[in-house]
T-cell receptor, first 113, second 114 residues
Framework: GESVGLHLPTLSVQEGDNSIINCAYS??????FIWYKQESGKGPQFIID?????DKRQGQRVTVLLNKTVKHLSLQIAATQPGDSAVYFC????????????FGKGITLSVRP | NAGVTQTPKFRVLKTGQSMTLLCAQD?????MYWYRQDPGMGLRLIHY???????AKGEVPDGYNVSRLKKQNFLLGLESAAPSQTSVYFC?????????????FGAGTRLSVL
């Protein structure tokens, strides 16, 4: 079946370094992707999104890259800070009346001081 | 700015007991969702609603019922709780059915069924 998955369950980075979190998706019909951040004890929080007609989108300290050829999505966090420690989820959906978000399993980002 | 509010935050039930989780949103969103989150797994959709008075099944609907009597509220009911329903439950809402379907989440309800 279709699925959204993450390559690594955990990622440990040094404070100040850049972080790259990867995500693979398998539904070729997906045309909209979202990254969520979930801090301990809280609900997922929207970070950034990208449509399939784009291959890159930048936010504040975050960049999402989309490679439709290999169905790959990545989230880059510049100058990682302790406050970035959280679980990150990618999610996919497609344009349509009954479209729903499909979430990946999540990857934990741990920032070392 | 309240956003999406879930009550209660924590609950412990005995097997066979019933309870209702309440979700309220103040963003005038059409769509509302209930998810469960289990260790090592992503969010799984239980039920959702595309508008007041409507509900639909998601990926894992068995053992749960929902109601959307008011646009701002979405209730999740467990008629006879089972240990397999021990989980963290999240409610979310979104503006509508467009592809730009950003969902906004509540803080979650941690439920333990003994």
């Amino acid at each position: 079946g279709e699925s959204v998955g993450l390559h690594l369950p955990t990622l440990s980075v040094q404070e100040g370094d850049n972080s790259i979190i990867n995500c693979a998706y398998s539904n070729s019909a997906s045309d909209y992707f979202i990254w969520y951040k979930q801090e301990s004890g809280k609900g997922p929080q929207f970070i950034i999104d990208i449509r399939s007609n784009m291959d890159k989108r930048q936010g504040q300290r975050v960049t999402v890259l989309l490679n439709k050829t290999v169905k790959h999505l990545s989230l880059q966090i510049a100058a990682t800070q302790p406050g970035d420690s959280a679980v990150y989820f990618c999610a996919e959906t497609f344009t349509g009346a009954n479209s729903k978000l499909t979430f990946g399993k999540g990857i934990t980002l741990s920032v070392r001081p | 700015n309240a956003g999406v509010t879930q009550t209660p935050k924590f609950r412990v039930l005995k097997t066979g007991q019933s309870m209702t989780l309440l979700c309220a949103q103040d963003m005038n969103h059409e769509y509302m969702y209930w998810y469960r989150q289990d260790p090592g797994m992503g969010l799984r959709l239980i039920h959702y609603s595309v508008g007041e008075g409507t509900t639909a099944k998601g990926e894992v609907p068995d053992g749960y019922n929902v109601s959307r009597l008011k646009k701002q509220n979405f209730l999740l009911g467990l008629e006879s709780a089972a240990p397999s329903q021990t989980s963290v439950y999240f409610c979310a809402s979104s503006y509508g059915r467009e592809a730009k379907n950003i969902q906004y989440f509540g803080a979650g309800t941690r439920l333990s069924v003994l």
